[in-house]
């Protein structure tokens, strides 16, 4: 029997492979401060040869002005080092509408940058005749451009979302993301729109090919989309519980949604890691150890590494799952508080 979607390394991922997909938001910092570990994983990774292209579903800013907040919290970066929900919804929107056509941007700078830089005319108003609505999240959204927007769409236009995260970490907890502000143009129109964004694998494949990479990894905080687009890309991905995920989300994560390998921080990139095995009916990873009986996960061991007792939750629990015998949640604990 396998781990049921875990992956094993015995050595360090940052040498296993050569490009690391990293998310920002959760990952390397949360809201305009830094992540303990994010620095001295990604300098280790960069030491190692892995090379780093961080991949965002924040459609708000210029890459220029990403790098700039990296390199402020010792994470040095060129702007060709990121890769933004713009940059893929502009990319979308390239596959279905020619250059030079008008197009109503409902975003920040950064998504009217990417929108021209493909060739598009940027209109504000429905009035306009936009050929496309692309939605982006930026602070400054409000109603008059919701309004324009679902008036837009309500009139043919082609409605594109740079992604459809329904919250966006900050500071001071979960702000409402641009999923939510997407949801009102939805409710407005009854138009599902198309998303550039992760879990949709576009900006990891446009990232790759800008990358010439041949091992990518994908590193993010959510399962839902950072996860998930690392699955529907068929990329390896690396879960850090820094962010919105937890460890618990993780051992009760949807098969579309599983992680490949498991780490508290950065840090995860600069070592080995373990794969659980099956033996006497428990899932055993080093010193932790689980297993699902009659519908309840039992933990036992206290290793040294707590992500250990993790990995082992997450292979009994998915094995079981596959077995039509997954866990009841709430026999399923908190982890790594």
């Known amino acids: 029997m396998s781990a049921?979607?875990?992956?094993?390394?015995?050595?360090p991922l940052a040498t296993r492979y050569d490009l690391a997909l990293v998310d920002l938001d959760?990952?390397?910092y949360r809201g305009h401060d830094p992540i303990d570990g994010a620095a001295e994983g990604l300098a280790g990774a960069r030491a190692a040869g892995m090379r780093l292209v961080f991949v965002t579903n924040n459609a708000s800013r210029e890459p220029e002005a990403v790098a700039e907040q990296l390199s402020g919290l010792d994470i040095p970066t060129q702007a060709a080092e990121v890769m933004t929900a713009a940059q893929a919804a502009a990319e979308l929107l390239a596959t279905r509408v020619p250059a030079g056509e008008p197009v109503l941007v409902v975003g920040g700078a950064g998504l009217h940058t990417a929108v021209r830089a493909k060739g598009y005319r940027v209109v504000a108003s429905a009035d306009d005749a936009p050929v496309a609505v692309v939605q982006g999240y930026a602070a400054e959204v409000g109603w008059p451009q919701l309004a324009e927007a679902a008036y837009a769409v309500q009139r043919g236009a082609w409605h594109v979302a740079s992604n459809l995260d329904l919250s966006l970490p900050t500071a001071r907890g979960f702000a409402p993301g641009n999923g939510a502000?997407?949801?009102?143009?939805?409710?407005?129109?009854g138009v599902e729109p198309a998303s550039a964004g992760k879990?949709?694998?576009?900006?990891y494949r446009l990232a790759v090919d800008r990358a010439g990479a041949a091992r990518p990894l994908v590193v993010g905080d959510r399962l839902d989309t950072d996860l998930a687009g690392a699955r529907a890309g068929d990329i390896p991905g690396l879960h850090v519980l820094t962010g919105v995920s937890t460890a618990r989300d993780a051992v009760?994560?949807?098969p579309g949604e599983r992680p490949h390998y498991l780490?508290?921080?950065?840090?995860?990139?600069?070592v080995p890691?373990?794969?659980?095995?099956?033996?006497g009916g428990w899932w055993t990873c080093r010193g932790a150890a689980a297993r699902v009986a009659a519908g309840v996960l039992e933990l036992r061991g206290e290793p040294a590494d707590p992500v250990d007792l993790v990995r082992a939750a997450c292979a009994a629990a998915w094995d079981a799952?596959?077995?039509?015998?997954?866990?009841e949640p709430a026999t399923v604990p908190e982890l790594l508080r």
Not at 263 to 269: I, S, T, Y
């Open 181 to 189: 502000l997407v949801g009102a143009v939805r409710a407005a129109t």
């Open 273 to 279: 890691h373990p794969l659980p095995v099956l033996d």
């Open 4 to 11: 049921a979607g875990l992956l094993g390394s015995d050595e």
């Open 252 to 254: 009760l994560a949807l």
């Open 199 to 203: 879990p949709s694998p576009t900006m």
């Open 26 to 28: 959760g990952v390397a």
């Open 263 to 270: 780490g508290q921080d950065l840090r995860a990139l600069l």
């Open 321 to 327: 799952v596959d077995l039509g015998d997954g866990p």
